[in-house]
């Protein structure tokens, strides 16, 4: 740090009010190598100068001229609110009682202060005349070099106030070209990686599904600027991810003046809110870092936030395990699951998840057609009940987790009977099922009572529950509320209600390891990663797809909270048969897990297995708490190759795979990252009685790996690889 970073520092350990008017101000906001600079003009406009590389001095803006004609509206503002003169979507769209459409916002204070020696919180405080103020809340943490935003809108006139749009944040940049990578996809092909150049107009990426919202698009990007190519290493990168569980926009839009202006936050879509008087809204957190070393530097920045800030205990290393599902689904007993938790023991892993299927009497549960809703252990199935189970894993060493979805109910359910009023759905239209089930509306009191109770439960009658699974397997449609009086508000207030249940679960549960499953990747967001420990990636378990999820799932989302299955083959979803090591590979490379039937395994397979999850448990804490540096993509290669590399650079452990048979006459070379040049490392492949690499078992000068990389045979497709590093 500089002296003059030291000073800025030493100051802002003091919270800072500054509430002059109309004077010429300027803001920063500052993490070690970025700054956010916002200026006060003469009229008391919030203006938005500055997003990238840090600026010492912040008065360099005074007397800023953009040269810009006032008939092209006004220069970026910090929190654009719609009339007046801004012309571009809106971050701020409101009516007035007496039925203005236009809001002026104008500063009034703000406030520094130093919330400890690594975060900085400022707030700006704006208001409207007609009775509203806004605060711009921008957090900064210095050493991940991310700033998250968000905004707190509160109704300071006697009447209510209509909330149109209500974005986190607004983010406007200026740069020569705009080189968006975002993601799509669908339920089993999560976050597949789009690239495309924006133009002007605008680009949208958002989602109106309410519950599992997060297959069809992700509320992320990454932006690389200046230049038409997605460069892991090199270049200018903004990225972004927003915190919310529910509808999310966000809008990227090229104006007359070539500037981009990023919005984020909360779908406007059907979402009007009425505000009441003396009430405030706050909008979720929208995550921003900017990288000058390319892609993989934003990467690491969000995964580094993520551990020290956003994720629920990042201390917490998710345990190896073995899922029933796709090798029990409904099809169980009590010697089943106990036959599970023996295999478990004797493989090596460390927990058993009791999946789908374990409830329901008056509706069994053995199929998606009935029983949802019904928290009663089947008795026919599981006699001794879950408690012994639980016991039963205990004893053997084994942890014990368990699946539910409380969200949810079949119509055919004891529950369905009880409580229709707790079904979402709107007057006088069908209720359609998906997957056979309803969803229950979180927005009503008593329906959060007894989402919390059905997690409570499950706790109380199984105290040795170690590990829960929640799933959510349908999305909203022909959304409404019995409880409500405002529709408008069901979509944000489902996911107020959500997250009003698991502050409660977080409260009495702190130790519990929860799973974000939702038909596999429809939860994967940092809103519920401040409750969850981690996600189920994808139902896809099948390792050749699992290459591109796992790949986009990583550019935002650290692999500490990708949960990564070895499955069976052929693969349920694909029918694809891939090599057992290529599984594991795969699967290694995030939370190892297996699910399948271990009784259906070869002696071969299982001794395999075995050694990979006994090396796995050497190496995993690269992967959960390493820099990620990915070494090939598989949208560019024929390979996928990434490596893990401890903070102090002396251990790495590096995965590669052979995706495409591309002819015999062409063979990697990977360039290792993230080494020490000035180091010697011992490399070895693991898991192989003869290596790929004429190297393995040598020790190399970093230097060598760094700049002139290894050659792995991996010719053939699932052809695949591990290497494990060691400073000497
Ligand atoms: C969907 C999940 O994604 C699967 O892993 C499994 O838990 C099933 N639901 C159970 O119904």
Redesign the pocket.
Known sequence: MSAKKILISILLTLPVFMTARAAEKQISVNTDDLSIILSVDKSGQLLFRHFGGYISDPDCFSGFKSYRRSDYGTDPLAYPASGGRYFNDAALSVEFPDGDLNCELLYKSHITERLDDNVTRTEIMLADAKGLEVTLVYTAYEKENVITAHSEITNTGRKPVMLRNYYSASLPVIAEKYYLTHFYGAWAMEMQVDRELLTHGSKVIESKKGVRTTHTENPSFMLSLNTETFDENYGEVIAGALAWSGNFKLNFQIDETDRLNILAGINPYASEYRLEKDRTFVTPDMIFTYSFAGAGQASRNLHDWARNYGLYDSSVMCPTLLNS?EGAYFDFDTKTITDMIDDVKDMGLELFVL??GWFGNKYPRNN?KQGLGDWDVNRSKLPEGIAYLGDYAHEKGVRFGI?IEPEMVNPKSELAERHPEWVVKAEGRPVTTIRNQWLLDLTNPEVQDFVFGVFDRVMQEAPTIDYI?W?A?RHVESFGSEYLDKQSHFWVEYVQGFYSVLDRIREKYPDVIIQA?S??GGRVEYGALKYFNEV?TS?NTEALSRVRIQYGTNLIYPACVTGSHVSAVPNHQTGNITPLKFRFDIACAGRLGLELQPKAMSAEERDFSKKAIASYKEYRDLIFNGDLYRLASPYDSDYYALMYVSKDKKRAVVFAYCIRYQGRALLPLFRLSGLDPALDYSIKELNVDKSCFWGSGKTFNGDFLVNHGINPKLGKIYDSAVFYLQAE
Do not use: A
């Open positions: 599902w999946d789908d998606d699946w699974k799933d397997n499953c038909s596999g189920w139902d």
